[in-house]
């Protein structure tokens, strides 16, 4: 409705508003939008020399294609995979020569990809969740291709067969359904990235990694609410306290415990800053067999795509999860226009009835899918500002995932972000060798991991606002762009359009965090350890005597 303000577009970092509203001339980089988003606009104003440091190392390796033709990509696709392959099981076999105890709080995705990635480097793992998180109720996400090249690392390709493929998905209005525009990754280029782009349900993934977290041999621990955490002030160790009153201590430990973090708390020393959007996003999922009785739906059930219906403040996303049995709908909705006996608070597991959304004037397909689901899980969007410091003043206490940086909820990276974040710091770990480095690690995770967070977290808004448009110009140009791409019809894609679609969305899908990570070490961790190895020895005290001849 017009006049609903759009908090989505309010969140485009100062000096960068134009990125709410400026549509491409393709499809392509609407949805991802070439160059850098500035990382910076919520820094603060006054950096230390350390953190001016850790901000100048703290620079985003973008994704080159290689020297080789495009054309020749699929030739050499073998070798490729192969060398993906042998580097995956070098570095999975690397155990650290320091292995230390470290305590995760929040066993989420987060938490529990963090836990096998320590795991899997040799360290000891607890991981503490307040949940029965077995038995939560949850929805779909897409799994793009910096994701998916983590988990065939660590050795789920078997398990992600029955997922979706995705290659391509339609646009739509959400008030008539006419079809706008339509997305496709070309088969070269999503090979290139290294993944997949898969559709899944979250509670599979969960599944997967808890399983990967067990076998690798961490302890977790379900139905443990966290009271409060500290360091001794004289040891440095940091102690958790649990509701029952008993407390444990590790040498580190770890905030994966989500945007309305206790950890976040206790780093940064500031209360949680959340401010209500004034928007929800809403999420069922319903049995396949019923969309087959629909004939406007029938259709949809076995097509590996995400269809998205836009319009003014409100947006609706589809897609086929477990091998096409069940589909998912993900409603973007304002508050103002919901029911008022809904329920208006915040969490992942907040249950209503599907029946407080009003479709009238929208399309009458939507409103028939999503009250196929009796309820629905409503997430409020409450926005965050990022925090500088990820790590405590003693290098004990480290925040990860959600816990350190915004996430978007239902979006596309909303999960990669949070197991590249276990990635890199498995890997970091994994070369620990004394205790000096551990506070150098800890910084290194930040460096790795900020920028990149916040400059997927922006492109994520952008993408966002540019669906969710009020009428006017700006909605027009969008348009008009979109069915640039209906107008290509099946054509093959020359060289310079496969180069143009990889330098939209190589940047973001052809990530590699292990590379990261390794990048680092090789370019910093590498350079202290051979500092520390440099001898040092006391000047000789050496006398030196001339005899002088004298002639009589």
Known sequence: MPGISNPVQDLVPEGDSSLAHQPSSNLPSILHPPGRISATASSSSSLTANRLLRHQRSVLRPASLPTTELSKIELDKDVTASTRRLRGMSLSNKIASLQIDFLIIGGGIAGLASAFALCQAGHRVRVLEKTDAFHQ????????????????????????????????????????????????????????????????????????????????????????????????????????????????????????????????????????????????????????????????????????EWPMWMSDSRSVLCYPVRDGEEYCIQVYWPDNEIKADAPNDEGWDVVCSTDVIDFTGYSPMIARLFKLAPTALRTKHVIRSHIEDWVDETGKLLLIGEAAHPLLPCSTHSTSLVVEDAQVLGVLMSRLRSWDQLPQFMEAFQDIRQGRCHHVYYCELNNAALVTLPPGEHRDMRNAGMRLSLQAGDCEWDENQLRAQWDEIGEVFGYNAREAAEDWWVKWGTLTESTQKIVVHEPLQMRCETLVAISV
Request: contains cysteine.
């Open 137 to 304: 109720r949850s929805g779909g996400i897409r799994v793009p291709p910096n994701l998916t090249k983590i988990l065939l690392e660590w050795g789920l390709g078997d398990k992600l067969d029955r997922a979706p493929r995705c290659r391509k998905s339609q646009f739509h209005t959400l008030e008539t359904g006419e079809l706008l525009g339509l997305l496709e990754w070309k088969e070269e280029i999503i090979r290139e990235t290294g993944g997949e782009f898969i559709l899944m349900h979250h509670h599979d993934l969960y599944e997967m990694l808890y399983d990967l977290a067990v076998s690798a041999g961490a302890e977790i621990f379900f139905n443990k609410t966290i009271t409060s955490v500290s360091v001794d002030e004289v040891t440095e160790t940091p102690w958790v306290t649990l509701a029952d009153g008993s407390t444990l201590c590790s040498d580190v430990v770890i905030g994966a415990d989500g945007y309305r973090s206790l950890m976040r708390e206790v780093v940064t020393g500031q209360p949680d800053d959340g401010v209500d959007s004034g928007h929800s996003f809403y999420t069922a999922i319903i049995p396949s067999h019923k969309l087959r009785a629909d004939p406007e739906w029938a259709k949809w059930v076995d097509v590996p």
